[in-house]
Nanobody, 119 residues
Framework: QLQLVESGGGLVQSGGSLTLSCTAS????????VGWFRQAPGKEREGVSC????????YYTDSVKGRFTISRDDAKNTVSLQMSSLKPEDTSVYYC????????????WGQGTHVTVSS
């Protein structure tokens, strides 16, 4: 069974940091682009960041550039998202996903982890 499990969410004050992790089971991440999207209640889904396989090139949405860093460890079948200088507008449910490429459709995603940033 293909599965992605996120962890690391929580409550943090504005300006604080969190690191989200995502572990895959039932398949290996090696050949997939892996990323994070977020969706807050009543809002549209937003792609946050993605990292391609092989060359590890990365993508970030403008609102998180310079604050978030994505990384992957294919040996551990994990992807992480380091988030710093968090803002209340970063409050959302964060989902890990895999895709054929970073600008492709989301093929598999996890159950999500909640991030709440208090002002």
């Amino acid at each position: 069974q293909l599965q992605l499990v996120e962890s690391g969410g929580g409550l943090v004050q504005s300006g604080g940091s969190l690191t989200l992790s995502c572990t895959a089971s039932g398949f290996t991440l090696d050949y997939y682009a892996v990323g994070w999207f977020r969706q807050a209640p009543g809002k549209e889904r937003e792609g946050v960041s993605c990292i391609n396989p092989s060359d590890f090139s990365t993508y970030y949405t403008d609102s998180v550039k310079g604050r978030f860093t994505i990384s992957r460890d294919d040996a551990k079948n994990t992807v992480s998202l380091q988030m710093s200088s968090l803002k209340p507008e970063d409050t959302s449910v964060y989902y890990c996903y895999v895709s054929a490429k970073c600008d492709g459709e989301y093929d598999v995603w996890g159950q999500g982890t909640h991030v709440t940033v208090s002002s």
